[in-house]
């Protein structure tokens, strides 16, 4: 009688784990730097804090065998030689810099969390067939000269240096002068874009900044698309009249169109806010009337409007919409409306590829996940228009960031650390 083989189904593979105790320590020493004494963290781009946060990186790069590049604008990769030295590179890694009286998570668990990947590999002697890069961009906070993702940008030639003339920080400081201070020229800048024939994937490990993860008990996010932001200026213009000699009937008060404005905003962007219909959120976070005084009725209320979802359909919809709302309240109120742009960004879709092969990974060590999008945006979404970019999400607490009350667990920083190892591997290895 004649035996029929049982099909053998191959086990994943067991890689080490990685030393959270290391990594925990080596990301509170980077989150002590900047730190106030109302406890959150400053470290503008090119500020001093800053600069001193990436020298304790390289130090630890130095440390971990890497090989150090330090470009034009300043950022640092630190490079692992896999067995093809001439391989296109697998990429990971975020930013230092922080947002004024921000969190000591955003930014620096993607930075030490792909150098603890890559020490975990090079010390158990993992093979890897391609380099392994852990790279800190400078510049993805807007805090500073309100450009975001500067360093990734450049490095994807997704600006030019001259865009960068004007920009100045709140007290007046040219960016192109703190270049200058620090030996940094024009002609620094230019030779900074990647090949991208040198890239092979570029990966993101992230605490979300929102209150998904945590409320649905997943430790994990897997993020399908970056949002991306439609900003503009809404001017209601009335009159500016005494406030008490001036019947209610008879005032063109800009304030109250603001305020029925800003209630239709919310209104709008909740009937789209859906996954179905592109998950749309918009706000209005910023107001400056005039006079501004409380004895006066408000004759000019300027608001700055943020719209935003990963459906570059939906964003143009509601845009839309919204813009119509403020030019019909004005006419209904006989107030001058003006809507000015300030800036217009396209969603960022992830590479699915990559995606696919995160969600097999979880699927082998039976990790429970969500497949979602990223609201907030991130140097993936520069880097991903050069090589395939994957980003990996673990919760924040009560969804705080950019804020002294920013968290999350050590042990989902482990652990979206130990996935992002395990991913880099798998690539450098396909």
């Given at each position: 009688?004649?035996?029929?083989?049982?099909?053998?189904?191959?086990?994943?593979?067991?890689?080490?784990?990685?030393?959270?105790?290391?990594?925990?320590?080596?990301?509170?020493?980077?989150?002590?730097?900047?730190?106030?004494?109302?406890?959150?963290?400053?470290?503008?781009?090119?500020?001093?804090?800053?600069?001193?946060?990436?020298?304790?990186?390289?130090?630890?790069?130095?440390?971990?065998?890497?090989?150090?590049?330090?470009?034009?604008?300043?950022?640092?990769?630190?490079?692992?030689?896999?067995?093809?030295?001439r391989a296109p590179a697998v990429v990971?890694?975020?930013?230092?810099?922080?947002?004024?009286?921000?969190?000591?998570?955003?930014?620096?668990?993607?930075?030490?969390?792909?150098?603890?990947?890559?020490?975990?590999?090079?010390?158990?002697?993992?093979?890897?067939?391609?380099?392994?890069?852990?790279?800190?961009?400078?510049?993805?906070?807007?805090?500073?000269?309100?450009?975001?993702?500067?360093?990734?940008?450049?490095?994807?030639?997704?600006?030019?240096?001259?865009?960068?003339?004007?920009?100045?920080?709140?007290?007046?400081?040219?960016?192109?002068?703190?270049?200058?201070?620090?030996?940094?020229?024009?002609?620094?800048?230019?030779?900074?874009?990647?090949?991208?024939?040198?890239?092979?994937?570029?990966?993101?490990?992230?605490?979300?900044?929102?209150?998904?993860?945590?409320?649905?008990?997943?430790?994990?996010?897997?993020?399908?698309?970056?949002?991306?932001?439609?900003?503009?200026?809404?001017?209601?213009?009335?009159?500016?009249?005494?406030?008490?000699?001036?019947?209610?009937?008879?005032?063109?008060?800009?304030?109250?169109?603001?305020?029925?404005?800003?209630?239709?905003?919310?209104?709008?962007?909740?009937?789209?806010?859906?996954?179905?219909?592109?998950?749309?959120?918009?706000?209005?976070?910023?107001?400056?009337l005039e006079p501004g005084v409380i004895?006066?009725?408000?004759?000019?209320?300027?608001?700055?409007?943020?719209?935003?979802?990963?459906?570059?359909?939906?964003?143009?919809?509601?845009?839309?919409?919204?813009?119509?709302?403020?030019?019909?309240?004005?006419?209904?109120?006989?107030?001058?409306?003006?809507?000015?742009?300030?800036?217009?960004?396209?969603?960022?879709?992830?590479?699915?590829?990559?995606?696919?092969?995160?969600?097999?990974?979880?699927?082998?060590?039976?990790?429970?996940?969500?497949?979602?999008?990223?609201?907030?945006?991130?140097?993936?979404?520069?880097?991903?228009?050069?090589?395939?970019?994957?980003?990996?999400?673990?919760?924040?607490?009560?969804?705080?960031?950019?804020?002294?009350?920013?968290?999350?667990?050590?042990?989902?920083?482990?652990?979206?650390?130990?996935?992002?190892?395990?991913?880099?591997?798998?690539?450098?290895?396909?």
């Amino acid at each position: 009688m004649r035996r029929v083989a049982e099909k053998q189904t191959a086990s994943p593979p067991s890689y080490p784990a990685i030393n959270q105790r290391r990594l925990m320590r080596d990301l509170n020493a980077i989150g002590r730097i900047g730190i106030g004494n109302r406890g959150g963290v400053t470290r503008l781009v090119f500020s001093i804090k800053e600069l001193r946060s990436r020298q304790v990186l390289i130090h630890l790069m130095r440390q971990a065998g890497l090989k150090i590049h330090i470009d034009g604008i300043g950022n640092i990769f630190g490079r692992y030689d896999g067995d093809d030295a001439r391989a296109p590179a697998v990429v990971a890694g975020s930013h230092l810099d922080t947002v004024i009286h921000g969190g000591k998570y955003d930014g620096p668990v993607g930075v030490i969390g792909a150098l603890e990947a890559i020490r975990t590999i090079s010390e158990n002697n993992i093979p890897v067939r391609s380099p392994l890069e852990v790279v800190c961009f400078v510049g993805e906070e807007s805090s500073r000269f309100g450009f975001s993702t500067l360093g990734s940008s450049l490095v994807a030639g997704e600006v030019h240096p001259k865009d960068l003339a004007h920009a100045v920080d709140a007290q007046g400081t040219k960016l192109a002068d703190v270049l200058s201070s620090l030996g940094i020229s024009a002609k620094n800048l230019h030779g900074i874009k990647r090949d991208p024939k040198s890239l092979k994937a570029y990966l993101e490990l992230h605490i979300e900044q929102g209150p998904i993860l945590e409320a649905i008990g997943k430790r994990i996010g897997l993020v399908t698309a970056i949002a991306a932001p439609s900003r503009f200026r809404v001017i209601f213009t009335g009159q500016a009249d005494h406030s008490g000699t001036t019947p209610m009937h008879m005032r063109k008060d800009a304030l109250v169109a603001a305020a029925l404005f800003i209630e239709q905003v919310e209104k709008i962007c909740r009937k789209y806010s859906s996954m179905a219909k592109g998950r749309v959120v918009g706000t209005v976070g910023a107001m400056k009337l005039e006079p501004g005084v409380i004895n006066a009725v408000p004759g000019r209320a300027e608001l700055q409007v943020d719209i935003r979802s990963t459906s570059a359909q939906s964003k143009a919809r509601v845009t839309r919409l919204v813009k119509q709302c403020a030019e019909a309240i004005g006419r209904k109120r006989n107030l001058g409306v003006e809507t000015l742009t300030i800036r217009e960004e396209d969603p960022v879709p992830l590479d699915k590829r990559l995606l696919r092969l995160t969600r097999a990974i979880c699927d082998a060590k039976e990790l429970v996940y969500e497949i979602m999008p990223s609201g907030a945006g991130h140097d993936a979404m520069q880097m991903a228009k050069i090589t395939p970019a994957g980003m990996i999400f673990i919760p924040s607490q009560r969804g705080i960031s950019h804020n002294p009350l920013e968290w999350s667990a050590p042990e989902d920083i482990a652990l979206g650390t130990q996935l992002l190892m395990e991913t880099m591997i798998k690539v450098a290895n396909e």
